[in-house]
């Protein structure tokens, strides 16, 4: 590992032999309502690349949180975040008919019962046995699951990297404020980061 310093770069460190991409929530309902559709694709398309040319894993996972007796409040919140939503561009179809097509083998992932999917072992299990130091984070919302995942990979000995233009919300101010309070402990890149050292070709 490069000396850690107020240049360090993560970038410089990651070996894509122990690297996993996890996407999270790849779903078509979650995409349809995100504010920066075309920069998901291009990111995503660029990493899906880089996997295929690199064998690089990539695991799929879908929260679906157990009944804790607050479902309705959280179904609240999650509704007042849809109020917050992007107006819809007539590109729009476009664009999800692009991710159906790049996810359709993504229709049977893993399911975490917590928007936290590092909360069972299961996952971490499966990292370890496969060798996996790095996680690239890619998926929705950027707020919650997102967020929640990329902070308790630490904790379970993976380094998380969050993948800004592969990651997405419903509102442009909640995803930024997301991303900041995730790059206060783990690390945050751009695509275009991970092209300078991996160009696509």
């Keep these: 590992m490069a000396e850690?310093?107020?240049?360090?770069?993560?970038?410089?460190?990651?070996?894509?032999?122990?690297?996993?991409?996890?996407?999270?929530?790849?779903?078509?309902?979650?995409?349809?309502?995100?504010?920066?559709?075309l920069e998901f694709i291009n990111a995503v398309t660029y990493l899906k690349n880089l996997a295929d040319r690199n064998n690089i894993s990539s695991l799929y996972i879908s929260t679906?949180?157990?009944?804790?007796?607050?479902?309705?409040?959280?179904?609240?919140?999650?509704?007042?975040?849809?109020?917050?939503s992007a107006p819809k561009s007539p590109l729009d179809s476009g664009f999800e008919a692009q991710f159906e097509k790049m996810f359709s083998d993504a229709h049977s992932p893993m399911v975490s019962k917590s928007d936290d999917i590092f909360s069972s072992s299961v996952l971490p299990d499966i990292l370890h046995e496969k060798g996996i130091r790095y996680v690239i984070i890619i998926g929705f919302h950027?707020?919650?699951?997102?967020?929640?995942?990329?902070?308790?990979?630490?904790?379970?000995?993976?380094?998380?990297?969050?993948?800004?233009d592969a990651v997405s919300s419903y509102s442009e101010r909640i995803y930024y404020e997301a991303l900041d309070i995730i790059s206060q402990s783990v690390e945050i890149i751009d695509s275009r980061d991970l092209m300078k050292r991996w160009p696509d070709q």
């Design 4 to 37: 850690i310093g107020p240049d360090y770069n993560i970038v410089h460190d990651i070996a894509l032999e122990n690297t996993a991409i996890l996407g999270i929530n790849l779903k078509h309902d979650y995409f349809s309502g995100i504010f920066s559709k």
């Design 64 to 84: 679906d949180p157990e009944d804790n007796g607050f479902n309705a409040y959280i179904q609240m919140k999650k509704e007042r975040r849809l109020q917050r």
């Design 142 to 164: 950027t707020e919650t699951a997102i967020l929640r995942s990329a902070l308790s990979a630490l904790d379970h000995g993976l380094m998380p990297v969050v993948v800004s």
